[in-house]
């Protein structure tokens, strides 16, 4: 990360005990700090409940929104929904360490905290592994890939035995992708 995002560091030595509501709009500037470039357009609401406690934080995020990305099989661009959740316990210890998921430890004197990489990471892992453009599973997508994949794909058991050459595996589950509906 280049430099923190300074909109995401809460000061809480600040805040009062209990529970502390922040809102975040995220868009693309917003990973350009990250120098990810994979999402064409992002628009996604990230809610934090920080909730301070005596002798520790509770960090509970949940983002919700729509990632623009290009479609794995076709390079199409659409609209990936995302949503997520996740929860950050904040400890204080002798030094700092993250080596924990989902349990942070700062140094004891510490009076700040920057949420951004978590946020960062919660949209990341929001998204499928394979990016699929919806009308692709509908048969609504007019593009040249698909019909060139249409093409290439066996038309029947029969035919396949007529040509003796294998085919490419790879094709079968692109095939099965236009075929499940």
């Given at each position: 990360?280049?430099?923190?995002?300074?909109?995401?560091?809460?000061?809480?030595?600040?805040?009062?005990?209990?529970?502390?509501?922040?809102?975040?709009?995220?868009?693309?500037?917003?990973?350009?700090?990250?120098?990810?470039?994979?999402?064409?357009?992002?628009?996604?609401?990230?809610?934090?409940?920080?909730?301070?406690?005596?002798?520790?934080?509770?960090?509970?995020?949940?983002?919700?929104?729509?990632?623009?990305?290009?479609?794995?099989?076709?390079?199409?661009?659409?609209?990936?929904?995302?949503?997520?959740?996740?929860?950050?316990?904040?400890?204080?210890?002798?030094?700092?360490?993250?080596?924990?998921?989902?349990?942070?430890?700062?140094?004891?004197?510490?009076?700040?905290?920057?949420?951004?990489?978590?946020?960062?990471?919660?949209?990341?892992?929001?998204?499928?592994?394979?990016?699929?453009?919806?009308?692709?599973?509908?048969?609504?997508?007019?593009?040249?890939?698909?019909?060139?994949?249409?093409?290439?794909?066996?038309?029947?058991?029969?035919e396949k035995e007529e040509t003796?050459?294998?085919?490419?595996?790879?094709?079968?589950?692109?095939?099965?992708?236009?075929?499940?509906?």
């Amino acid at each position: 990360m280049m430099k923190p995002l300074k909109e995401y560091t809460i000061p809480f030595i600040g805040l009062k005990v209990g529970k502390h509501h922040f809102d975040y709009q995220i868009d693309n500037k917003f990973f350009e700090c990250f120098e990810y470039d994979d999402f064409n357009a992002v628009d996604v609401k990230a809610n934090l409940v920080f909730e301070k406690k005596s002798t520790f934080l509770e960090l509970y995020f949940e983002i919700t929104g729509t990632v623009n990305v290009n479609c794995d099989l076709t390079n199409e661009p659409y609209n990936q929904a995302v949503e997520g959740e996740f929860k950050l316990v904040v400890k204080f210890g002798e030094e700092y360490n993250d080596e924990f998921e989902d349990i942070l430890i700062i140094p004891h004197g510490e009076y700040e905290i920057n949420v951004a990489q978590y946020i960062y990471e919660l949209i990341i892992l929001s998204m499928p592994a394979k990016r699929v453009h919806p009308g692709v599973e509908d048969g609504t997508l007019d593009s040249d890939i698909l019909k060139k994949l249409e093409e290439l794909s066996p038309k029947s058991l029969s035919e396949k035995e007529e040509t003796s050459e294998e085919i490419d595996p790879r094709w079968n589950t692109l095939k099965k992708l236009l075929t499940d509906k």
